[in-house]
């Protein structure tokens, strides 16, 4: 069983910026991709960044440029600085990971609340 704990959301103005973290435990082999999602009121959750282990990574068309995922391999640990924020990027923001030979894991956490509002 993995366990995914998200953090770092909270309430900021537009154009502001946040730092988001998300780590990775349990029986963890090695994982592949990292990835961070969204979910907004009323809309269903949307993929917003993934990384792989050798540091390959891609963006929604809606945050390049404005946002940057990067992971820490060692702790199994993956980050999403979020910069000139808009109020449309507000949302509950959710990591996962694909671990070697396996599929996105069937677990989500608790997700964390970023709010982009004046």
């Known amino acids: 069983q993995v366990q995914l704990v998200e953090s770092g959301g909270g309430l900021v103005q537009p154009g502001g910026s946040l730092r988001l973290s998300c780590a990775a435990s349990g029986s963890i082999v090695s994982i592949y991709v990292m990835a961070w999602y969204r979910q907004a009121p009323g809309k269903q959750r949307e993929l917003v960044a993934g990384?792989?282990?050798?540091?390959?990574?891609n963006y929604r068309d809606s945050v390049k440029g404005r946002f940057t995922i990067s992971r820490d391999n060692a702790k199994n640990t993956v980050y999403l600085q979020m910069d000139s924020l808009k109020p449309d990027d507000t949302a509950v923001y959710y990591c996962?990971?694909?671990?070697?030979?396996?599929?996105?894991?069937?677990?989500w956490g608790q997700g964390t609340q970023v709010t982009v509002s004046s």
């Open positions: 996962n990971a694909v671990p070697y030979g396996g599929k996105l894991l069937p677990s």
């Open positions: 990384i792989t282990d050798g540091g390959y990574t």
